[in-house]
C-alpha cells in the first residue's frame, strides 16, 4: 500500500574481512519499513470529501496521498503509487468505497476495509468531469471531446468497469440547434434529484447545459444557448437590490466554472462563470419541450474584473419551503479584495422572478481557500448541517447550521463566531511542539502494570477530543479496536513551548491522550515553570519523568505509585521551599530543581536508582537526587569553549537485585550506594568526558578536532563482542584515501568539582578500567562521519577509533535498533530527508531509504529536534501539522496490525442504514421526509447538496439502462396468463415510437383461430365495426379529475386539446403516406400481371 523504496547497498571501501557476525547482526531481510500510524492534515490537501451516513471525511493531497478522519482518534493515510494531485475525490456513499482521479486520469477505487487500491481504470483522455450517483456505484465520467460516459464498480467482482451506455453528442448537438456534435469540454455533470437517477445535467465550457433523460435517450431541457433571447432579471447582493431587464446579456463567450442545484427537487440550477457572473436557470417540468432562457443573474460586486466563482455549494432552508435557501460562494468578488467565503441568504417565494438576497456574510480565511464540503449531519455527538472549510496549508475548520444561522442574524450587531477547529490528536503547532520522546516499557514489571490500571481508569475519563472548544467535534465514522488483553506497551511524550507536557497511550496505532500535565498550578507561583520545553526523560522502572526547560528549571514528575495530595519541593541555589498542593489522581508533581539559569539541553535517568543526570547549555553536568530533592553535585564547564551538552550516556558496574519503586524508596538506599556507575557526557563539539556518577570526579576527557565540529549523538553498545573476538583498535584507513587527522588525547588526573555547598575537592583516578569495559562499544555520530571506540580505551584517555566511516550526507540524528534483545544496527537520518540503516559491527549499509518515498515529505529545518525511536524499530516523526509513527523491521509487529487497526467502515450500521431506507416508504415519514422512527438516530439522510439524490430511490431499474448504448434497449416482453387487454386511446399514442401490443394467451388465441374463416382471418382488423367501451360517471371522473385550480385545469385541457389535434393531423398524414404507397404498389402488379400473360407457358 505505501510506496517503499529500499535497496542494500554495497561499500566501496576495500577493508580486511572482519570476524562472522555475532548473534543479532542485521541483514537486508530484517528490514521492511513501512508506516504504522499517520496523524495531522497534511500541507499539501487540496480536496475534500464526506460520507454523510459513515460520518467519515476523506482529504485528498497534491502528491498523492488521502488522509481518512472519523471520531474517536481514528485516522488513516493512503498513498497512490504516483506522487500526483487529484483532481477528484468523492465517497460510494455507506459502501465503504472512495474514488479518486489523478492528474493522469488514473480512476482509483480504494477499499476502506483493506486500505489499500481495489480497483483502477486508466482512461485515454482528459478528465474534466466527474459524479457518482450516490447511493450506486454508477459514476458519470465527463472528457475534454464532449463525450459522457458511465462506469460502475461492483464491490462483489472487485472491478471498475466501462458500461456500454454513454450519451450521444449528436443528439445535443441536435436539441441545441447546432449543425455539428458538440466538442467543448464538459465541465459538470450532476443528478437530478428525485428523479431516481435516470436524469443527468451536463454542462460544457461554452455555457450549454442540457438535461438528459437515460431512459428515454433524449434531451428533456436545454438551456443557455447563445441563439435564443435571455429572459429574466439581474440582481445583486444589496438587500433592496432593483430588478434590471437582461436583455443586454450576452451569453456568447461566457465560460462556466462551477454549479450547484439550488432547490431540493432539481428546478433551479445555479451557474457560476468565469467573469464573475452567477445565473439561475429554471429547469422544471413545467418547461418541458420549451426551448428559453429564463435566468435570474446575481452579481457579488459591480465592478467590471471580478474573480471566477470557484465554488458553489447550496443548503436549503426549510422554512422558506423550497423557495430559498443558503448559497455559498468563493470568487465573484472585485479582483485584489480580501479572500473570504461568502454566505448569501436568498428567497424566491413570489417565483423565480421575484428572487432577491436578504442576507450576506463573509466569512475570513486564515489561509488561502482550497475546497470546502456541506453536508448534513446525525450522530450521538452532533446534528444538522455542517461546512467543512480547507484551507492552506493544511487547516480544517467546521461550521455548524447554528452559529451560520447567528452570523446572518447578528450581522448588524458585528457578533463574530469562531469556527470550530479540526482537534488533532497530536497538536505540533498550537502549541507548538518543541521536543518529544518514545519510550518503550517491559509489560512485566509491577510499575508498568500498575501503570496499564491507571490508564485504563484515565481513560474512561479522558474526553475523546482534546479540543477545549465547548462544542465537540462532528465526526464520529470509524469503529476503534478493542483488544481483550491490554497492557500499556509504548509512551509517546512531546513538550511544548508553552512549559506543558502530554501524553498518549502509543500501545496500538490508535493513539490516545492520557494526560495533560500543565506548567503552572493553581495557588504556587515559581518563577520560569512555563518556558519553552528543551528536554524530556523517563525512567520506566520508576515511572518518574523528568522535564527540563529553557530557564534551566528541572521538574520532576510521578505518573504512578504515588498517593494523590503531597508536597511539592522547589530545590534552589539557596535554598529548598516546601509547597502542599492538593492534586488529583494522576501524575504527581513531587520537585522543582531552579539553581543554573542556562537550559537544560539533555536528561538522564541512572537505571534502579534515585539519581537524574542533567546537561546544560553552558557545559555543564549535575547530578540531581530525587528521592530527598537535593542537588548531588555539579561539574564546572566540561569544555573549554563552554560548547553545550549535547548527550548524556550512563554505564553501570552493577544493578541492585530489586527495582526501585520511586523516589520515596527508603530501602533503596543502601544497594543504590553499593552502585558504582560512570556518566559518559559529550558536547556539541565533540570533546567525550567520563566522571564517576556518585562523586562527579572527572576520569578521563578526550578531544577529537574536527573538520565540522558538530557531535550529533553517541551510544554504547553493551557486549557487542561477547563471545566473539575484539577487532583491532587499530584505527581503519580512512576510505577516501586521506590520511587522518591526527589524534589529540589527553588524561585528566586532577579535576575540581564542587557540590551546591561549594566545597573544592581534588580528585586523582587511574584505576576504573576493569573487566566491565571490555565487551563494550562507543560510537560517536557527527554530521559528517561514524567513529567506533572501544570503551576500554577511552577510559584510558586514548581516543583512537577502531572503526570510521564517512557519511555522504550531513547527518542531523541518529538512533539504534535491537535484534534479539541486542543492538544490531544504527539508523541515521540526513538534512536531505535520505535514511540509512548500517548494521553492527562494521557500519556497513544494509538498506536506506527516504521521506519522500515513505511519507511524501521534504526535510525542513529543526525537524531532528521532535525526531525519537525506540530500540525495536519504530521512529516518530513531526513534519508540520503531521505527526507518524515508521517501523523498520520485517518481523516486528509490536503494533499488533492489523487486529489493533480501527475499522474505517462501520458495517453494521451500513447494514443498518440499507434497511431503512429499504423500509422507508412503508413508514409514516414527518415534514422534512424523514421516517419518524429514525428521526432521533439518523437524522439529515436527506441531503441539500447539489450532487446529493433522495436516498429512498430506488435503482434497480439503472442496470436495465446502462448495460445497452442509447436507442438499443431491449423491448418489454410479454407477461403471464393473467394479463388483460391493454384499453389505448388517442391520447396515449406516440407516434414516433414503435407500438408494442401485448400477445393474447395461447388458449384465447386458438380458440378464436378456430372459429374464424379463412376470410375473416384474411381481413384480420379490417373491420371499423368496434363499438367503444361505456364507461361510468365515476370512471370518468377518476381519469380526468384534477386537484388544481380552475385556471391550471382549463390550461391543461387546452394543453391536451392542442396535442389531440397534432396527433389526429399526424396520423392523417401517415394514413395518406400509406394510400399512396398502396396504390403504387397495386399499380405496379398490375403491369406485372399484363407482362406475365404475354408469356407461354414454357418461358415461365
Known sequence: MFARKFLQKSSGAQKPPLAPPPRGCLITEDLDPHIITHYGIPSTASLLA??????????????????????DNIEAILASPKQLPFKNLEFIENQGFLVSISNENEIQVWDLDLRQTASSLHWESNITAFSILHGTGYMYVGDEYGMVSVLKYSADEGKLVQLPYYVPTDALAEAAGLSSPIDYPVVGLLSQPCSRGTRLLIAFSNGLLFLWDASEDRVVLVRGNKDLPVEGKTVDDSLEASHDELSDLELDGKEISSLCWASADGSVLAVGYVDGDILFWEFSDGQKGKPSNHAVKLQLSSAEKRLPV????????????????KLFIYGGDIIGSEEVLTMLALDWSSGMRGLKCVGRVDLTLSGSFADMVLSPIASSRQSGMFLFLLTNPGQLQAYDDTSLASLMAQKENNISVSPLPYPMVVPTMDPHMTVAMFAALNVNDKTSLALSEIVLAAKARTPRTPSGESAQWPLTGGIPSHLDDYKLERLYMAGYQNGSVRIWDATYPCLSLLYDLKPKVNGIDITGVDASVTAISFCSKTSCLAVGNEFGMVRLFKLAGHKSGGALEVVTNTDKQVHRLDQEDGPQWLAAYSF???????????????????????????????????????????????????????????????????????????????????????????????????????????????????????HIIEDCYENSEIPSEKPAENPSGKEKQENISHLINASESHSPGGEQNAVTETKLVDQRFANSLFLMCSEDALRLYSLKSLSQGSLESIMEVNLPRPCCWMGTLKKDERECAVLLLYRTGHIEIRSFPDLEVVGE??????????????????????????VVLVNGCEVSILSFLAHANGFRIPESLPLLHDKVLAAAADATFSHFPA?????????????????????????????????SHLGNIFSNPPYLKPSATGGNDDEKIVELNIDDIEIDEPLNILPLTEKVKKEK?????????????????????????DEIKAKYRNAGETSAIAS????????????????????AELQDGAENFASMAHELAKQMEKRKWWNI
Open 1009 to 1033: 383461430k378456430d372459429k374464424r374463416t379463412d376470410k375473416e382471418r384474411l381481413f384480420d382488423g379490417a373491420s371499423s365495426d368496434a363499438q367503444p367501451k361505456t364507461r361510468t360517471v
Open 596 to 714: 543554573l539559569s542556562s537550559p537544560v539541553c539533555t536528561l538522564r535517568f541512572v537505571q534502579s536508582t534515585r539519581r537524574l543526570a542533567v546537561g546544560f547549555k553552558c557545559g555543564r553536568v549535575a547530578m540531581l537526587d530525587t528521592g530527598a530533592p537535593s542537588v548531588m553535585f555539579i561539574t564546572n564547564s566540561l569544555s573549554d569553549s563552554g560548547s553545550p551538552i549535547k548527550l548524556l550516556c550512563v554505564k553501570s558496574s552493577s544493578a541492585p537485585t530489586g527495582s526501585i519503586s520511586g523516589p520515596t524508596d527508603q530501602n533503596s538506599i543502601n544497594s543504590e550506594a553499593r552502585d558504582e556507575s560512570i556518566l559518559c557526557a559529550m558536547t556539541q563539539d565533540g570533546q567525550t568526558i567520563l566522571f564517576d556518577g556518585n562523586t562527579g570526579k572527572i576520569l578521563s576527557s578526550c578531544l577529537r578536532p574536527l573538520k565540522n565540529p558538530t557531535a550529533i549523538c553517541m
Open 849 to 874: 531509504s527516504s521521506l519522500l518515498s515513505l511519507l511524501r515529505w521534504n526535510f525542513k529545518p529543526n525537524m531532528e529536534k521532535t525526531v525519537c525511536s525506540d530500540d525495536f524499530g519504530h
Open 923 to 955: 413508514h409514516k415519514k414527518n415534514h422534512d421526509g424523514a421516517p419518524k422512527f429514525l428521526s432521533g438516530i439518523i437524522k439529515g439522510f436527506r441531503s441539500s447538496n447539489e450532487q446529493k439524490v433522495d436516498q429512498v430511490q430506488d435503482f
Open 1052 to 1071: 391543461q385541457a387546452k394543453d391536451k386539446l392542442l396535442e389531440r389535434g397534432e396527433k389526429l393531423e399526424r396520423i392523417s398524414q401517415r394514413t
Open 310 to 325: 470557484i465554488v458553489m455549494h447550496w443548503c436549503v432552508d426549510v422554512s422558506r419551503k423550497n423557495c430559498g435557501g
Open 50 to 71: 464526506f460520507d454523510p451516513i459513515q460520518c467519515l471525511l476523506a482529504v485528498g493531497t497534491l502528491d498523492g496521498r488521502i488522509k481518512v478522519i472519523g471520531g
